[in-house]
Nanobody
């Protein structure tokens, strides 16, 4: 079992920044890749960014150059630094941890960007 807890969401004006954190606990040694997803009202959940255990990353085209994903394996924590936020970034952000044959999800944290 893996437990994931996101934090760092909130309300910010367009152009502002937020840093999301995802703290993992439980069977952390099984965790491989991790990722951030988001879901806006009426939309499907979409991949924002992903990172392997070795630190290789990939990003959705909509956030490339503005968001940075990272992880601190010693602290069992993943981060998402979000800069130059736009109203269309408004969503609930979820973290995901992948272990062999199963994915764990956090409960989500709300990010709201006002124009």
């Amino acid at each position: 079992q893996v437990q994931l807890v996101e934090s760092g969401g909130g309300l910010v004006q367009a152009g502002g920044s937020l840093r999301l954190s995802c703290a993992a606990s439980g069977s952390i040694y099984d965790i491989g890749a991790m990722a951030w997803y988001r879901q806006a009202p009426g939309n499907q959940r979409e991949l924002v960014a992903a990172i392997t255990i070795d630190g290789n990353t990939n990003y959705a085209s909509s956030v490339k150059g503005r968001f940075t994903i990272s992880r601190d394996n010693a602290k069992n924590t993943m981060y998402l630094q979000m800069n130059n936020l736009k109203p269309e970034d408004t969503a609930v952000y979820y973290c995901k941890a992948c272990i062999p044959q199963y994915d764990y999800w956090g409960q989500g944290t709300q990010v709201t960007v006002s124009s």
